[in-house]
């Protein structure tokens, strides 16, 4: 029953911006980490950037200073704010919760389906 539904990506120039929307719904007791990953083609999914609950911050090296991820609990979402992209950022951008479906349950990680970046002249 829980879903998570990305947004925002498309294609830009490089040196544009993006930002990337995720939304989780369903049965939903509380939300953990929240993050965001990518797949080029040939490559294998890599971290891009995830905010936790109650920890710290952690970016990829390879967008430090470019990229900006932030959430509102309220609505169960998490954004990724992506600035002087480059051709190297073209991938499929993932997003990931670890969610309580109820007070005593464990986490469980979801994913989202997916949504397309492409930086290209």
């Known amino acids: 029953q829980v879903q998570l539904v990305e947004s925002g990506g498309g294609l830009v120039q490089p040196g544009g911006s993006l930002r990337l929307s995720c939304a989780a719904s369903?049965?939903?007791?509380?939300?953990?980490?929240m993050g965001w990953y990518r797949q080029a083609p040939g490559k294998q999914r890599e971290l891009v950037a995830t905010?936790?609950?109650?920890?710290?911050?952690i970016y990829a090296d390879s967008v430090k200073g470019r990229f900006t991820i932030s959430r509102d609990n309220a609505k169960n979402t998490v954004y990724l704010q992506m600035n002087n992209l480059k051709p190297e950022d073209t991938a499929v951008y993932y997003c990931?919760?670890?969610?309580?479906?109820?007070?005593?349950?464990?986490?469980?990680?979801?994913w989202g389906q997916g949504t397309q970046v492409t930086v290209s002249s």
């Open positions: 369903g049965s939903i007791f509380s939300i953990n980490a």
């Open positions: 990931n919760a670890g969610i309580k479906y109820r007070l005593l349950s464990p986490l469980y990680t979801h």
């Open positions: 905010l936790p609950s109650g920890g710290n911050t």
